[in-house]
């Protein structure tokens, strides 16, 4: 299976900070790559997918990159609701789906 | 728009069959695009993609190697839903499983059912 993974597993920033967080994959996966959004007690939400493409709904300070093995998600200008865990998620065809072990983006 | 709803016991014995329920709402268990997966997550294994069931003019499904001798995945056209069941499960089983939809055949999860806490335990 493809290995996932984040970097790093917890950061600690402020309202309004700018925040990236990275996702390295085992082996090539080209842009199939996914991003989520987790609060506790909820299900994942999706962010990101093909690595760049913005889910409908979603705000515009989320932003993914990078293909291949390398990816970051990027929060423009943190806010409030944006405390979560994040996760990525690979779905590449020739291989099972596999996500990373997650990144806590908490309260400097 | 588009939900999904799950349904099943909380508590399964070891040496047991756990089963779940994933109603759908606002689309169609035999789409000719989407996909219909179960995954859960526990604090020791992370979230775990489990397998899938779709139809493209037959149905299919894939499961993880991990589970894949206790799993069976069956959709339901008659309910408009579909259903996981995993034998013999042991207490490593225990977790939160969510249903899933992904929209094309190889496409991220964009729908959540609202997870269940299936916990193992005599």
């Known amino acids: 299976d493809i290995q996932m993974t984040q970097s790093p597993s917890t950061l600690s920033a402020s309202v309004g900070d700018r925040v990236t967080i990275t996702c390295r994959a085992s082996?090539?996966?080209?842009?199939?790559l996914a991003w989520y959004q987790q609060k506790p007690g909820k299900a994942p939400k999706l962010l990101i997918h093909k690595a760049s493409s913005l889910q409908s709904g979603v705000p515009s300070r989320f932003s993914g990159s990078g293909s291949g093995t390398e990816f970051t998600l990027s929060i423009s200008s943190l806010q409030p609701d944006d405390f979560a865990t994040y996760y990525c998620q690979q779905y590449n065809t020739d291989s099972p789906w596999t996500f990373g072990q997650g990144t806590k983006v908490e309260i400097k | 728009q588009v939900q999904l709803q799950q349904s099943g016991p909380g508590l399964v014995k070891p040496s047991q069959t756990l089963s779940l329920t994933c109603a759908i709402y606002g689309d169609s268990v035999s789409s000719n695009s989407a996909a219909w997966n179960w995954i859960r997550q526990s604090p020791s294994r992370g979230l775990e993609w489990l397998g899938r069931t779709y139809y493209r003019s037959k149905w299919y499904n894939d499961y993880a190697i991990s589970v894949k001798s206790r799993i069976t995945i069956n959709p339901d056209t008659s309910k408009n839903q579909f259903s996981l069941q995993l034998n013999s499960v042991t207490p490593e089983d225990t977790a939160v499983y969510y249903c899933?939809?992904?929209?094309?055949?190889?496409?991220?999860?964009?729908?959540w059912g609202q997870g269940t806490m299936v916990t193992v335990s005599s």
């Open positions: 082996q090539n996966i080209f842009n199939w």
């Open positions: 899933a939809r992904a929209p094309t055949t190889w496409g991220a999860f964009d729908i």
